[in-house]
């Protein structure tokens, strides 16, 4: 029979002690009169104390500062509720003066009047999320100090340009006999009326981000395009560039029309930027569907990405990876900013010297 071949050991057979002695977690027993009744090596490896020291001096005397109090309580409260008590964490000092955290588990037995007790050094883990919370400080105050000063030279940029646009309105423009003449200007102005117009939406938007709502709604690829185009038509005229748009695929998508519109702008001004010298700049720009999500395509024929080289910053702050004397190093960073914020995602095919593709994926 099965059960015939089945030798059941007494628990006297094993070693337990061994649990004991080779455990790299902290064990201990402890009574409830605040002194240690036995302590494992590990424990005793950590604290740096003898077994007889441990043994002999009040627990209370290896707490750190303020967890004496608090570790005296806890004790009290968990040896008259006879309850077991898990994951409480208190600090130590060791031997020779140095600060740990353990995490611990208590199991009180009433009769006996002792607890036992199995600890974790987490000092590491607490460690690091210090360490975490005085980044996350650092990064929110370096965040608020952003914010205020692109309030600010957002706020303070518009009152140049409204100066610039009063004089517009004081000009006579039927006085004006040079045809050539007369095109720049209006194009200026226009130009300056965009300015204000981008101005105006992007501290409006600015205060939506600030309380965490940013404006999503349907977008007509093609009107947001021919408003960006505006914006640059100079430099697109001074280039030569050739843009070929083609929204027929999927016209629209839902997305923040100032986030847009700067994609726009940014994606063909470095197209423009980084053309290679004596080849006009070509520009395609698509949308369409795929996977479930509204796609928008830029392809350039410019001077491109060594991938290998840089697509790991390729996105980064203050990135610069062409040499040209307008270069900020802040478009891409941009453009992924604005598109990952609204859960989208922006990826890049390039080789150097044969131009760029862009392809961004708006959240379905």
């Known amino acids: 029979m099965l059960e015939d071949s089945v030798k059941i050991l007494d628990s006297s057979a094993y070693d ?53 109090d608090i ?84 706020h303070d940029l518009r009152a140049p340009v409204n100066n610039i646009l009063a004089i517009f309105k004081l000009m006579d423009l039927k006085k004006i006999e040079d045809q050539e003449t007369y095109e720049l200007v209006a194009l200026l102005n226009q130009s300056t009326d965009a300015l204000k117009s981008m101005l105006d939406s992007f501290l409006a938007n600015l205060k939506q981000e600030d309380v965490m709502q940013v404006k999503v709604e349907k977008l007509n690829f093609k009107e947001v395009f021919n408003q960006s185009i505006n914006t640059i038509q100079s430099l697109v005229d001074n280039s030569g560039a050739v843009i070929l748009p083609d929204f027929s695929l999927s016209p629209e998508v839902h997305f923040n029309r100032t986030y847009l519109e700067s994609i726009f702008l940014n994606l063909i001004s470095n197209s423009i930027k980084y053309c290679r010298q004596n080849v006009k700049p070509l520009i395609e720009i698509r ?30 702050f203050d990135q610069k990876f062409h040499h040209h004397k307008d270069s900020q190093g802040i478009g891409l960073y941009l453009v992924h900013k604005q598109v990952t914020a609204l859960g989208g995602k922006i990826e890049i095919k390039s080789k150097p010297n044969q131009g760029a593709k862009f392809t961004i994926s708006f959240k379905g």
């Not at 004790?75 to 031997?95: A, M, P, Q």
């Not at 003066?97 to 987490?122: C, D, H, R």
């Open 287 to 316: 949308s369409f569907e795929k996977d479930g999500s509204v796609k928008l395509e830029f392809i350039d024929n410019g001077l491109g990405f060594d991938l290998d080289k840089v697509k790991l910053k390729i996105f980064d």
């Open 16 to 68: 337990l002690d061994l649990f004991f002695k080779m455990s790299p977690d902290l064990l201990c027993i402890a009574g409830y009169d605040g002194f240690y009744k036995q302590v494992n090596p590990s424990f005793q490896k950590l604290m740096g104390y003898t077994e007889e020291e441990l043994l002999t001096q009040p627990i209370i005397s290896f707490l750190y500062g303020d967890d004496q």
């Open 71 to 154: 570790t005296a309580k806890v004790r009290n409260h968990t040896t008259i509720g006879d309850t077991s008590l898990r994951n409480f964490e208190n600090r130590y000092l060791t031997k020779n003066g140095e600060m740990v955290w353990l995490s611990w588990t208590f199991f009180p037995l009433q009769e006996e009047k002792l607890l036992y007790g199995i600890a974790k050094n987490v000092t590491y883990k607490k460690e690091m999320e210090l360490h975490r919370n005085d980044l996350i400080r650092k990064l929110s105050e370096t965040n608020d100090k952003l914010k205020q000063l692109t309030f600010a030279a957002s």
